[in-house]
């Protein structure tokens, strides 16, 4: 059973139930699906910078990859 938490008496109340059983309060569990979907586009937004720097990581080190080609071709050209 979810459980929220009554803002007016600070009692642990289930979700299903319109109004507080202890103090009679109307039962909001607004705020934890807002909490949550703050949560969710936080995430998303993490996933997202981290794929970007990944990605960004993985172009430089393709670069130096083939720069490191380049150069030692050339080291072997001249040595021959
Ligand atoms: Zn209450």
Redesign the pocket.
């Known amino acids: 059973m979810k459980l929220t938490r009554?803002?007016?008496?600070?009692?642990n109340?289930s979700v299903h139930f319109d109004n507080?059983?202890?103090?009679?309060?109307k039962?909001q569990i607004l705020p934890a699906t807002a909490l949550l979907k703050f949560l969710a586009a936080v995430i998303l937004l993490v996933v997202l910078i981290g794929g970007f720097v990944a990605l960004k990581n993985h172009k430089t080190h393709d670069n130096d990859s083939t720069k490191d080609t380049s150069s030692s071709a050339n080291a072997d050209g001249a040595s021959q």
Request: charge should be positive; aromatic fraction near 0%.
């Open positions: 009554c803002k007016q008496c600070g009692q109340v507080c059983p202890h103090c009679g309060g039962i």
